[in-house]
């Protein structure tokens, strides 16, 4: 996108700066699933410009930054990949926060081509929330070696909202995004989303909270009435109390919002319904919406689109040689960045003392007092060359060899052979990952000793 | 057709889920990954440590500690 941006704009740092607060800034948030590609679309789109931003009061950082297209300024929110915004774990109230109360001039809602059904949830849980989204369908290469096609416009027709396909290391798709970003923030395309059809039991149940929920909450709200209403009739407690939280009024103890509850739960009594079955039928709505969609846009062209990735998961994993080929595999990696950043280390620190002799013969010929040499010389000039000749080689082995072991899918088979060892330490799999990157700074450290 | 427990599913055998008997939240989180009755969900590969095991349903591939799998009733 930097690419995108200097053909734009050729003007300096400064220039884009200045014309930041000349044009219109509008706000764009990145939402989706885990693992789709989301930060990678970011980082393209945003380029080298973004700043992590520390927001008050929350311990989990999201990552803002600005791009920008025509004469328009976006700025991208990336917000945690969730699967819902009904559950609660701390990165989904961060992500159901934002949308709910950062009210955003679009929504870029990021799902993974190769599992459309499953992200389909989210689209259409923040769908009750705000109208402006665009669904981007991300990782199609990964589609496209896994036989599956999709009917974008289809999809877009069903889903009531503009549908584009990415693939998120291509700078030419993240062109295509950022027009569509751009005609849905200058309300050149009006998104129009198709909800979910719910249950009849759920719509009537809705449909009897609604107007209570209409007269208690102030219309600044009104895109959560049907959000509200929906955590009300599953008796979503805890993602309720939130929402008072933000907006200051008590929802679940007024006395007008109780009787309807009330009302609705006899309703329920009378069909035989039971109350704490509504959050399954709420969610089973939204799967069969999802379930319906997916079987008319997606096509499989070969039926087990994943057996090879099976034969090669079950040896990952098996218990014989699931732990030998991790070891040997991280081994691998660790003896190669130790070992083979000797020889840049060794050249570097060749090159280092070979400058360093100059920079003595320069700074004595201007006859700099001693002890000014001494500091920048023997203090600054000898630490800096010893770090960046100590620290530097191992870095530039590990960290890519490291990607590319992320890239070939094999982090996560780690993660799910270490799980119960993790567990132990009341954590999941998943730290596997930051573990192994920690071990990138021990590589340097031992090294040294 | 006796209900048992997802966590006592052998590999490869394809099963239905009847029922999740769990608490109010892990219900939701369940849901949201598309657990839900009449589904079918089959047992795929067992972590080579630990009872850790991945389950392929709805064309996904999702991981289950035993001690959440068995909160999960299915039928043959």
Not at chain 1, 92 to 97: F, R
Not at chain 1, 315 to 328: A, E, H, Q, V
Request: charged residues 20%.
């Amino acid at each position: 996108m930097e690419l995108l941006n200097s053909s734009k704009k050729k003007g300096n740092t400064q220039k884009r700066f200045n014309s930041r607060y000349e044009n219109n800034i509008y706000t764009v948030t990145l939402a989706g699933n885990p693992n789709v590609g989301k930060s990678t679309i970011f980082n393209g789109l945003t380029g080298l410009r973004q700043h992590t931003g520390n927001w008050t009061g929350k311990t989990v950082t999201y990552a803002t930054g600005t791009c920008s297209y025509e004469d328009n300024n976006f700025e991208f929110v990336d917000i945690p990949g969730t699967y819902s915004l009904m559950s609660n774990s701390e990165e989904e109230e961060i992500a159901k926060d934002h949308i709910c109360f950062n009210k955003t001039d679009c929504t870029v809602i990021v799902v993974d081509s190769t599992r459309l059904e499953r992200s389909l949830n989210l689209v259409y849980q923040i769908m009750e929330i705000t109208n402006n989204i665009i669904v981007c369908v991300n990782l199609l290469d990964e589609a496209q070696k896994k036989g599956i096609t999709i009917d974008f416009e289809l999809l877009s027709k069903r889903l009531g909202v503009p549908v584009i396909g990415t693939n998120g290391k291509k700078i030419k798709s993240l062109k295509k995004l950022l027009k569509i970003i751009n005609d849905v923030c200058t309300n050149k395309i009006f998104p129009t989303p198709i909800k979910a059809k719910y249950v009849p039991i759920i719509e009537e149940s809705v449909d009897m909270i609604f107007p209570t929920v209409k007269k208690i909450i102030p219309k600044k709200y009104s895109h959560l009435y049907k959000w509200i209403s929906l955590g009300l009739i599953e008796n979503n407690s805890k993602s309720i109390s939130n929402i008072e939280a933000k907006i200051g009024i008590n929802i679940l103890n007024n006395i007008e919002i109780k009787n309807k509850l009330e009302e609705i739960y006899q309703m329920l009594d009378k069909r035989n319904v039971n109350k704490d079955d509504l959050n399954y039928w709420i969610v089973s709505s939204i799967l069969f919406n999802s379930e319906n969609i997916c079987n008319e846009v997606c096509k499989f062209k070969k039926n087990d689109y994943n057996s090879r990735d099976k034969k090669i998961d079950k040896i990952l994993t098996s218990k014989i040689w699931g732990i030998p080929i991790m070891l040997t595999l991280l081994g691998l990696i660790f003896w190669i960045t130790i070992v083979g950043a000797n020889y840049p280390s060794q050249a570097l620190s060749t090159f280092f003392t070979w400058l360093e002799g100059y920079i003595t013969y320069g700074l004595e010929t201007i006859n700099t007092p001693n002890w000014l040499q001494s500091i920048l010389i023997d203090g600054v000039y000898t630490t800096a060359s010893w770090v960046i000749s100590v620290m530097l080689p191992p870095m530039a082995i590990f960290f890519p060899l490291f990607t590319l072991l992320e890239d070939l899918g094999y982090l996560p088979r780690v993660s799910f052979n270490l799980d119960s060892c993790f567990k132990k330490a009341c954590s999941s799999g998943k730290q596997a990952l930051t573990m192994c990157m920690g071990f990138g700074c021990n590589a340097a450290r031992y090294r040294r000793s | 057709m006796n209900n048992q427990t997802l966590d006592t599913i052998s590999l490869g055998k394809t099963v239905t889920i009847s029922r999740l008997n769990c608490s109010k939240l892990i219900k939701r989180r369940l849901l949201d990954l598309g657990i839900i009755n009449s589904t079918k969900i089959t047992p795929v590969l067992k972590s080579s440590i630990g009872n850790l095991v991945a389950y392929e349903i709805r064309n996904n591939i999702i991981a289950l500690r035993a001690e959440d799998a068995c909160l999960i009733e299915v039928i043959n």
